[in-house]
């Protein structure tokens, strides 16, 4: 059980484009799930909050217009990166809540070019 | 303060051996502290988790011993393989939203050699 997918795993794309990533909860509801991203080598950093019905939260120094959140249903969270930049480029996570602890998608690899 | 601090940055255990990772915290709020395993490109899996109202936990090779009033937890490896070749991250949280906003250390790199 706690199964979180993620797509998609690998995303090139080029500068000036957005980019939607999607997350599913595959076996339980999420009514809150959240975002990371991590550079090479280094920890996982809370982006945002994403809560289904209502706003993202979001933490310090994340642009919301950049980086939009939308939880549309209690199994999917989008992050959709506008207008990206070769500085966007990072590996991102979302997770889920599942009773207690957290559980993690497979990540997606985005490359700007 | 809600940082959490890990140590070391790299370990190299030997095959058999224990391998032993370090955690610090200074947000007495933190009340649920997991441990996860990450390999490359993967995202991290949760390993094992302990809540402050016990002192030790142990699920297979796997054991978190925990020290309230030292405000520090750790992940004991026994009998290290090297599939446990892997970055492993502790983390805490304070409850927010069902416990998963969660605070992470910054990783320790586990290298088993054969």
């Known amino acids: 059980g706690a199964v979180v997918s993620q797509h998609p795993s690998r995303v090139i794309c080029k500068s000036g484009t957005s980019v939607k990533i999607e997350c599913r909860s595959l076996d339980f509801q999420a009514t809150t799930m959240f975002w990371y991203r991590q550079f090479p080598k280094q920890s996982l950093m809370l982006m945002a909050t994403s809560n289904e019905g209502s706003k993202a939260t979001y933490e310090q120094g994340v642009e919301k217009d950049k980086f939009l959140i939308n939880h549309a249903s209690l199994t999917l969270s989008t992050l959709t990166v506008t207008s990206a930049h070769p500085e966007d480029s990072s590996f991102y996570i979302c997770s889920a809540s599942a009773g207690l602890g957290a559980f993690f998608g497979q990540g997606t690899r985005l490359t700007v070019v | 303060q809600q940082q959490v601090k890990q140590s070391p940055q790299s370990l190299i255990v030997q095959k058999g051996g224990i391998s032993i990772i370090n955690c610090a915290y200074e947000n007495t709020a933190f009340d649920y502290f997991p441990w996860y395993q990450q390999f490359p490109g993967k995202g991290p899996a949760l390993l094992i988790a302990i809540r402050p109202d016990v002192s030790e936990k142990k699920e297979g090779r796997f054991t978190i011993s925990f020290n309230k009033s030292a405000k520090q937890f750790s992940l004991h490896i026994m009998d290290s393989q090297p599939g446990d070749s892997a970055t492993y991250f502790c983390?805490?949280?304070?409850?927010?939203?069902?416990?998963?906003?969660?605070?992470f250390g910054q990783g320790t790199i586990l290298t088993v050699h054969p």
């Open positions: 983390a805490a949280s304070s409850g927010g939203t069902s416990y998963g906003k969660l605070t």
